[in-house]
């Protein structure tokens, strides 16, 4: 499939969603509408984000930061009550950890900013390229193409990749989009994976995009 389809694919993806999609990292990577998107609360947020669902993120980061309000706290918090209050997002122990390392190491090699190069966030702890990309786009404004597992799944699905890592499915997104398009794949697909191309419930019958789908089911 060329570029010319994943546009109309997009364009067609946001008549359809238009302004009810996941942007920027609402719904998407679990942070509260009414946050401001600056790059560490999308940091933190997306590293809570991992393994776990869009609802069980945003319980977790709300209580998170309605203890713990700066990075400094966090920082010098007890890994224990940080663990507590991300319960709800899973492995409150491991991103616990991750959470209170970044915040130091933000404090002591970055000056409290979060560095914006993907190779400077590579560094991080928990965050990998999908991390790196979602804080670049939705808190920096910087071209990126964010993959999670919707991203990964269905663009497999459509045929418009054929990729066993959501690192691979990333670079071949942006081999065949245009870069003014990067910022809405993440926004429609995830969307689009979460009230129709549901995982194992896709439901082709109302699909906007199954005449240009390789897994179309026509009985659904
Ligand atoms: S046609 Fe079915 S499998 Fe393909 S994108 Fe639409 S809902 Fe998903």
């Given at each position: 499939m060329d570029k010319k389809d994943i546009s109309l694919i997009l364009d067609r993806l946001s008549e359809k969603y238009?302004?009810?999609?996941?942007?920027?990292?609402?719904s998407s990577e679990g942070?509260?509408?009414?946050?401001?998107?600056?790059p560490f609360h999308v940091l933190i947020s997306t590293i809570l984000s991992q393994r776990t669902k869009d609802d069980n993120t945003r319980k977790a980061s709300d209580r998170l930061f309605s203890v713990y309000g700066t990075m400094e706290e966090i920082a010098s918090a007890e890994t224990e009550k940080v663990a507590e209050l991300i319960?709800?997002?899973?492995?409150p122990n491991q991103k616990a950890g991750a959470i209170i390392e970044t915040c130091k190491i933000l404090l002591r090699d970055y000056g409290g900013k979060v560095p914006t190069q993907t190779e400077e966030l590579l560094k991080l702890p928990m965050v990998g390229r999908k991390t790196a990309a979602c804080v670049r786009a939705y808190?920096?404004?910087?071209p990126s193409v964010c993959v999670d597992t919707h991203v990964h799944r269905i663009t497999n699905l459509m045929g418009l990749v054929d990729t066993d890592t959501p690192e691979k499915t990333e670079e071949e997104l942006m081999r065949i989009t245009p870069k003014k398009r990067w910022m809405d794949i993440n926004r429609y697909f995830v969307r689009h994976g979460q009230v129709?191309?549901?995982?194992?419930?896709?439901?082709c019958g109302e699909c906007i995009v199954a005449d240009m789908c390789d897994s179309r089911k026509d009985d659904a």
């Open positions: 238009g302004g009810d999609a996941a942007y920027p990292g609402r942070l509260s509408p009414e946050w401001p998107f600056d319960r709800p997002a899973g492995f808190a920096m404004s910087i129709i191309c549901r995982p194992n419930r896709p439901n």
